[in-house]
């Protein structure tokens, strides 16, 4: 058997039964505390008929059945393959050859985390004024902030019930007041800290699924909830710990996830994802509106791929100094720029290698690329050669 099958295998597969995961009942995939993951099956198997421990199968690490979670990167790439299955190269885009090399001068500067020191990563921001990252994870301390030399610097938001406890973080932001926000999917709540892991301020309200979230230059959050179908803009005083507004400025949207401002022009830049019909895969669709919340414009995967030469589908995205649009493509594991929202789309790719699984993606105050690779649980910064 091909080494490429083998880890499509090892990927799609609990490696406790040997059985395929799948999105609902047994099959279900479930992150245990030590970052090892297996089936909902497995798991209820291996804490027996009380249902109070149970011993990873592959480090021996102690953990309760209550402890466990979704592994989200795991049930977005069964989403990704959708019901008529299909093999994971081709759902990633490898079925050709090489993808397209991107221009000169971005490089691989750093690279940070790694199995062990991050945990299924789901969201990464940059703070504007001192350069250190904030990304969000489903380890014990949900959120880590490196410094800009790559040392991690404090660690923070423990899984657990109190108020200030983070449940499932979903995606961070750092307000330009130096604040880090965070979607917790696990209460369906925004939860804000100071950069010393102090909470002062959660909103539980109003979501059914808050999900992506970016700051403005003024320090407001716009966020999606993606159950809801709704870009909401969250006002707020996180010095003192005051709620001073939370709107909708947007809905009727499908499934928005992942939300990025542009911070010269207040553009905004939304991601849908598109629920499958039938045996087809889903899809996702770009939408960019002014800083007033009027469409400019929009392209989903089918209009994507009329005009690039391979199916994309987009789980991250971010604007960079000049007002581009930049998206992580998970189908060719690349990073591409959609250009900015008067010329969109256009292709033109900024990444094509080194990636496994991009979920997240940020610039830094002097515009290096920062991509969150949940495939090898890392952070990679980019910078011009």
């Known amino acids: 058997m091909a080494a490429e099958d083998e880890a499509e295998l090892s990927l799609l597969e609990c490696r406790v039964c040997f059985e395929p995961y799948g999105p609902d009942g047994q099959r279900r995939p479930l992150n245990l505390p030590c970052g090892h993951v297996l089936c909902r099956g497995c798991v209820g198997a291996l804490a027996g008929a009380e249902r109070q421990r149970l011993e990873c199968p592959f480090c021996r690490r102690l953990c309760g059945p209550a402890e466990t979670s979704d592994c989200r990167p795991l049930l977005q790439l069964l989403e990704l393959l959708g019901p008529a299955g299909g093999g994971l190269a081709s759902a990633l885009g ?9 221009p000169a001068g971005l490089g691989l500067r750093l690279c940070l985390g790694g199995w062990g020191s991050l945990v ?18 489903d380890g014990k301390k949900r959120i880590h902030v490196f410094g800009p030399s790559g040392v991690c610097l404090r660690r923070f938001g423990e899984r657990g019930d109190a108020g200030n406890d ?7 932001t750092v307000t330009s007041d130096g604040h880090v926000v965070v979607t917790d999917g696990g209460d369906c709540s925004v ?18 699924l808050p999900w992506g979230l970016d700051a403005t230059p003024k320090s407001e959050v716009i966020l999606t909830d993606s159950e809801a179908g709704a870009l909401y803009r969250l006002a ?81 995205v971010a604007f960079d100094k000049e007002g581009r649009v930049v998206v992580t493509d998970v189908c060719s594991q690349a990073v591409i720029c959609l250009g900015k929202p008067e010329e969109f789309p256009v ?25 969150l690779d949940s495939g090898d649980h890392s952070i990679k910064v980019y910078s011009s050669t």
């Open 166 to 172: 983070i449940k499932y973080p979903l995606d961070v």
């Open 347 to 371: 292709f033109n790719p900024l990444i094509s290698h080194g990636l496994s699984y991009p979920v997240g993606l940020t610039y830094t105050a002097n515009n290096s690329l920062v991509v």
């Open 236 to 316: 707020a005083d996180f010095r003192r710990g005051e709620l001073k507004k939370c709107q909708k400025i947007r809905s009727r949207l499908v499934s928005p996830r992942a939300v990025a401002v542009c911070q010269t022009s207040g553009a905004v830049v939304v991601i849908e994802h598109l629920r499958a019909r039938g045996p087809s895969k889903g899809s996702t669709r770009v939408k960019i509106f002014t800083a007033e919340m009027d469409l400019i414009g929009q392209m989903d995967s089918f209009g994507l791929n009329l005009v690039f030469p391979s199916r994309i589908h987009a789980t991250a």
């Open 191 to 208: 939860k804000a800290f100071d950069f010393e892991g102090r909470g002062v301020l959660a909103v539980r309200e109003g979501f059914c």
């Open 94 to 102: 490898r079925s050709g050859g090489e993808a397209a090399a991107g």
């Open 120 to 137: 299924n990563p789901t969201g990464v921001a940059a703070c504007p004024g001192s350069g250190r990252l904030a990304v969000a994870h």
